[in-house]
């Protein structure tokens, strides 16, 4: 005697409460997501802050010294070049005001990765399952 096999899965649940259930479950998914993207954040901009504050500080230092080394130079060509200290002043200010803007162009361009990334990635796979799953 053959025995016919229900290729469907039981659940003993209905219809509604698979249908609240996944609700349940999407909304603590959601929740997972937002705090994965609210630590990560914070992860970065704690690195963030720290990058800053370091690079201030260090700016501060260096602008004392360029101030020191830039009076030095300016000395230093008015008496080898038999100029006046205002020409040399000029050459030393034109040259740093290049350089300078040169650094601060390469150094904007550099700040440009702080996307969460991960949490991007995860939301983006979440919702592609939570649409795989509703159809």
């Known amino acids: 005697m053959s025995q016919s096999i229900d290729p469907r899965p039981t659940d003993?649940?209905?219809v509604p409460q698979l249908l609240s259930d996944l609700a349940k479950e999407?909304?603590?998914l959601f929740k997972k997501e937002g705090q994965l993207i609210r630590a990560e954040l914070?992860?970065?901009a704690t690195k963030l802050g720290v990058g800053i504050g370091s690079a201030a500080a260090g700016a501060i230092i260096l602008l004392v010294a360029l101030n020191v080394l830039a009076a030095?130079?300016?000395a230093a060509i008015a008496q080898i070049g038999d100029m006046g200290v205002g020409w040399a002043s000029l050459i030393v200010g034109v040259i740093l005001a290049v350089v300078g803007a040169l650094?601060?162009?390469q150094g904007t361009s550099q700040m440009t990765d702080l996307t969460p990334e991960r949490s991007v990635n995860q939301?983006?796979?979440d919702a592609n399952l939570v649409k795989d799953q509703v159809r």
């Open 12 to 14: 003993p649940r209905s």
């Open 42 to 44: 914070s992860e970065k």
């Open 72 to 74: 030095a130079l300016v």
């Open 26 to 28: 999407l909304t603590t």
């Open 103 to 105: 650094l601060v162009k």
């Open 123 to 125: 939301v983006s796979q």
